[in-house]
């Protein structure tokens, strides 16, 4: 059996607890949905801006290093990650093949915490960038798939 990666399943923002460098909150309310699959994982970010108005990107990737399309940011047109633990990647981006910005996705070590890092420089040049945590919603998506299994 496939081993499930721990940011599959549904993680809501938690504002209250997230940072942002350079520049006040632009999101309302987001959640970020992973599914895993033979392409690799799936990242589907659906959110409220401040201003009511919708945003939402995504991407598969593979966590290998390699770079895989980006899509629904302005700001990013591809992404690559590589693991550094079994919690943790490290992902850099870029618009236009250019590097625009860094970061990391870590979950803590019981699974309901998702930490996201991200450094860049938006299309005015200036360096910005977040501290992001979300929650983990629902069943546990690797011990349900266990249990089933069994």
Do not use: C
Request: aromatic share 6%.
């Amino acid at each position: 059996m496939e081993t499930i990666d721990p940011v599959v399943g549904v993680w809501e923002l938690n504002l209250a607890k997230s940072k942002f460098i350079n520049k006040t909150a632009t999101l309302k309310s987001a959640s970020r949905t992973y599914t895993q699959g033979p392409e690799g994982i799936t990242g589907r970010i659906s959110a409220v801006m401040v201003d009511g108005s919708p945003f939402l990107e995504w991407q598969t990737d593979k966590i290998d290093g390699s770079y895989s399309p980006h899509m629904g940011n302005p700001l990013i047109d591809e992404m690559a990650s590589e693991r550094i633990d079994a919690n943790t990647i490290s992902f850099t981006g870029k618009i236009a093949g250019k590097i625009m910005g860094i970061g990391t996705r870590a979950i803590s070590a019981d699974g309901k915490v998702l930490t996201m890092t991200f450094v860049y420089t938006d299309a005015e040049g200036i360096l910005r960038g977040h501290v992001t945590v979300y929650e983990k919603q629902g069943v546990d998506t690797a011990t349900t798939l266990a249990a089933s299994s069994a």
